[in-house]
């Protein structure tokens, strides 16, 4: 029997196709809430300390009560304090371009990929390490890898596999070119996960959203050879997985596993 999972950030906003519009406006509420809070701590004690202590804890507090996944909730709680240290200390206009061009780059393709920038949780990484061999080589593809953490954690224990990561945001993309750049069994790929040919891979696994499942399942069985597999994790395919395991942590995801046959 399946249970119902609880509700959290990825499903409320990744079903609906503003995902990154709605992630802004809740930054947005919390944030002005946070405001309130340090003007009533201002009144209460004239302390610049504890109204930006105050201010941070409601960022964090109304984040967490909108179920925002955990990178969300500590960037709701670090802006009030980065607010108040780039206003008390001089900083070039040029730090602020750059930071603001890195989140751009980072988490823009989401308006047209419906899918938001989640890193896989490292709770997850022993689940996926467990299917992989140890006794022969293979190939991994991570659709959608971020940074590289996972590859890089995957090659270290599987020195046997060839690892492939590709990425839309530029960002991430060239973040994880260069983390990568002196190991040999991975392959960083700056292009659309539709550009890729599945048939290549012995495994892949993805971390995305709801939206592009569908499409993403009928690709794989188009694809993908007799006997690979496909690992998702926290959002099924349209078919009943060959194994599912869950995943320990907050927000109690699960990795499916499906394995293709002819």
Not at 120 to 128: F, S, V
Not at 138 to 156: E, M, N, P
Not at 163 to 188: D, M, N, Q
Request: charged share 15%; with cysteine.
């Amino acid at each position: 029997m399946s249970r119902e999972r609880p509700t959290d950030s990825a499903a409320i906003f990744d079903k609906r196709p503003l995902a990154p519009v709605l992630f802004a406006l809740s930054t947005l509420a919390c944030q002005a809430i946070a405001a309130g809070s340090a003007i009533l701590a201002w009144k209460l004690f004239p302390s610049i300390t504890l109204a930006l202590l105050a201010s941070s804890a409601t960022a964090a507090a109304c984040a967490g009560f909108l179920r925002l996944s955990s990178p969300w909730i500590v960037l709701n709680a670090v802006l009030p304090l980065a607010t108040a240290c780039a206003m008390a200390v001089e900083i070039p206009n040029g730090v602020f371009f750059a930071a603001f061009a890195a989140l751009a780059l980072t988490y823009v393709p989401a308006f047209w990929t419906r899918v938001p920038y989640y890193p896989t949780q490292r709770a997850a990484y022993g689940l996926i390490l467990a299917e992989l061999p140890t006794d022969r080589p293979f190939t991994f593809v991570d659709i959608g890898c971020g940074f590289g953490d996972l590859l890089c954690f995957l090659s270290q224990q599987r020195p046997n596999g060839t690892f492939v990561g590709v990425e839309i945001g530029p960002f991430p993309a060239l973040v994880a070119k260069l983390r990568t750049a002196l190991k040999p069994s991975i392959t960083i790929q700056f292009k659309s996960m539709w550009r890729l040919d599945l048939g290549r891979f012995d495994y892949v696994y993805t971390f995305l959203s709801p939206a592009p499942m569908e499409r993403l399942w009928l690709k794989a069985k188009r694809e993908m050879r007799s006997g690979s597999t496909l690992l998702s994790n926290s959002f099924p395919a349209p078919a009943e997985p060959s194994e599912r395991h869950e995943i320990k942590d907050s927000r109690r995801g699960e990795v499916f596993v499906y394995r293709l046959s002819a």
